[in-house]
């Protein structure tokens, strides 16, 4: 049996696509629905059970987990043993003010279920992000030597950041993998709100609108548009996170992403030709909240995850062809979830 937290945000819900796709159904999905539609994340999906964050981390807290998923009474079948936990579950708003939350949320649950797992001997992945490594004056090598000289720009990116830390100061990084992932998008981020892609948001402009805005850059070395990112396409993401929980030998802190960096304009570019149209870019002001926090370069180093993986690891789709995928086979469709 395997726990996804976050199983129902885009991430977590390709995971158990990815799952479902290789025959595995025995699934515990963990979330936070509240009023929101993530549901529909779930709607085509095969799993065994749902449990809210809040009653999950009840039983987690109370050491009554095991006791919860025993009872047939509730889920019908009894599952069999844990063999891993996939961690997706945090807050992910690059704007969340409240730091307190953030860092109960997004690094006191994450250690507390990390340590759950290593002491019954379950494989454990934590999702880690790109946003650690602030504005990318050290480069993007994910080599844990480097942890102490990041500085993240904001209280998300420093929460992720924290539990790396702490992973490499208590030993457990040597039997966990903490993925940093970079700028994921794709199916399944329809309840993101602002914070879904800008694939997404560009198919709604140019519906609307019949033009892209994008930001300028206030940085002379980087055109307007001209601001680079590692985008990765969440059917990759949920590959590599599906063959790591099969593989619990594969331990350490990696990077996740294609490792070629490609500019917001270059993202546009590909999502009008997926809808067959010239592309009309209109350049805009950046709100002043984000000048003195954006990062202007992203590009995952992925010697790392390469070396531990093998030869045999799928390579990820460059921008066209993800971006090309999401928009033809979800975002134009009546019923786009995976």
Known sequence: MYIVTGGAGMIGSALIWELNRRGITEILVVDHLGYSEKWRNLSKLRYLAYLPKELFAKHLRQDTLEEILAAESVYGQTPGRIQGIAHLGACSSTTELDTDYMLQNNLEYSKALCIYAQTRGIRYIQASSAATYGG?????????????????????????????????????LNSLASLKFFNVYGPNEYHKGEMRSMVHKAVEQIRDQGFVRLFRSYKKEYPDGGQLRDFIYVKDCALILADLLERPGVNGLFNLGTGQARSWRDLACAVFAAMDLEPRIEYVEMPEVLRGKYQYFTQADMGALSRAMGPNRPLPRVLEEGVNDYVQNYLTVEDGYL
């Open 136 to 172: 990318g004056e050290h480069g993007f090598s994910d080599n844990p030597e480097n942890l102490d000289r990041l500085r993240p720009l904001n209280i998300y990116g420093y929460s992720k950041h924290l539990f790396d830390l702490w992973a490499r100061r208590t030993g457990r």
